[in-house]
C-alpha cells in the first residue's frame, strides 16, 4: 500500500501571499490531521478532517484553513502569510481517527519558508 | 487542555546501552499514547504505542510503560544501536483524533 504524499515538498513565498498544500491519505483512510513542525514550537495540531468535514481544530488563527474531498484527500490553506508560518507541514492519515486511538500514519511534509 | 511535557530534551549514550525517554501528560480523560522517531530530513514514523487499559507493552528492543495514576508513561530502548539516533515524541490523545505532542528527545548513540 502506498503511503501518505504530500505535494508539494518545499515552497518559497513571499509575506502576503496564499499557499495551498495537498495531502494524499493511505487508501482507504478516511481520517486525516494536519500538524506544524517548528524548531520553536514542535508539532502542533492544525485540524483533522474527516468524511469531508472538520471534526477538530487546534489553536490557529483563522488564515489556516482546510477542506476534504469525497475521495478523502486533503488540502490546506494559509492566507496572507507571515514570516512565521516558515515550517514544516506535515499531514496524517487514520481509518476513523475514532476514540481510544488509531495509529496515524505521516506524509514527508510540505517544507514552506516565507520570505 | 492537554498538556505534554517530555525529558530529557537531549540524551547521548554508548552503544549497547539503555535509553529512557519520561513524559507526564495533564488529562487523565487520555487514554492513547504513541511514541514516533522522527530521522533527520524524514517524516515521524510510529515505534510503540499504548492504550490506558495496558500498563506495559514491548517490542524487541523497545518497551513502553504507562502510570495512570501519575499520569506519566516512558519509553525505553535496550541494547542502542547507532540507527537508534534520531529525534523521539511522545504523544498524547487529547479528544477526537487530535495528538498533543512532547517537545522530542534528541537521542545519539555513540559507537
Known amino acids: 500500500k502506498a503511503g501518505v504524499t504530500q505535494t508539494p515538498r518545499y515552497l518559497i513565498k513571499t509575506r502576503g501571499q496564499q499557499v495551498t498544500l495537498s495531502c494524499s491519505p493511505i487508501s482507504g483512510h478516511r481520517s486525516v490531521s494536519w500538524y506544524q513542525q517548528t524548531p520553536g514550537q514542535g508539532l502542533q495540531f492544525l485540524f483533522e478532517y474527516f468524511s469531508e468535514t472538520q471534526r477538530n481544530k487546534g489553536n490557529f488563527p483563522g488564515r489556516f484553513s482546510g477542506r476534504q474531498f469525497s475521495n478523502s484527500r486533503s488540502e490546506m490553506n494559509v492566507s496572507t502569510l507571515e514570516l512565521g508560518d516558515s515550517a514544516l507541514y506535515l499531514c496524517?492519515?487514520?481509518?476513523?481517527?475514532?476514540?481510544?486511538?488509531?495509529?496515524?500514519?505521516f506524509g514527508p511534509g510540505t517544507r514552506l519558508l516565507v520570505l | 487542555g492537554e498538556n505534554v511535557e517530555q525529558h530529557p530534551s537531549t540524551l547521548s549514550v554508548q552503544e549497547g546501552d539503555s535509553a529512557v525517554i519520561k513524559c507526564t501528560y495533564s488529562d487523565s480523560a487520555s487514554n492513547y499514547f504513541p511514541w514516533y522517531k522522527q530521522e533527520l530530513g524524514k517524516r515521524p514514523q510510529l515505534i510503540i504505542d499504548?492504550?490506558?487499559?495496558?500498563g506495559e507493552k514491548k517490542d524487541q528492543r523497545i518497551a513502553v510503560t504507562l502510570n495512570k495514576t501519575a499520569k506519566h508513561f516512558s519509553l525505553h530502548i535496550t541494547e542502542t544501536q547507532p540507527e537508534d539516533s534520531a529525534v523521539y515524541f511522545c504523544a498524547a490523545l487529547e479528544y477526537g483524533n487530535k495528538l498533543v505532542f512532547g517537545a522530542g528527545t534528541i537521542l545519539r548513540v555513540k559507537s
Open positions: 499504548i492504550r490506558s487499559n495496558v
Open positions: 496524517a492519515s487514520s481509518w476513523l481517527g475514532r476514540e481510544g486511538g488509531e495509529t496515524q500514519y
